[in-house]
């Protein structure tokens, strides 16, 4: 089966809102195309899975990656930047998976995966 990885990194409401997006609509076809989907998260986009801003943009980035994970996408972050910033808890009670970063890119690049970057 065929992969798309949706790699969330940038932080300003553009790179949240823009990514979130279109993750969520290529969730809406990949069953259709058969394509599995994955959203990772890392920088100081993993960081606002779990920040308490109350901007609309991400809070609702944070309600996206929430349904999206809901939806059965695997949701990823990286565990190292989770610990130290205090976030593993808030991630894995929300669904999301920790691993290493380095492990994810290797396993994007074994799978043949599109990844796309915002």
Known sequence: ??????????????SLNAGSH???RVRQA???AGVDLEVFCFGPAQTAIT????DPVRA?????????????VRGGACVNAAIA???DDALTSRGVTLEFARDAFIRFALDGAAVLSF
Do not use: C, W, Y
């Open 60 to 72: 609702e980035f944070r309600e996206q990656i929430d349904a999206l994970v809901g939806a059965g």
């Open 22 to 24: 279109v993750a969520e």
């Open 1 to 14: 089966m065929a992969k798309t990885v949706i790699f969330l990194f940038h932080g300003d409401n553009d």
């Open 51 to 54: 920040e308490a801003s109350t």
């Open 85 to 87: 910033n205090n976030q």
């Open 30 to 32: 990949a069953p259709d």
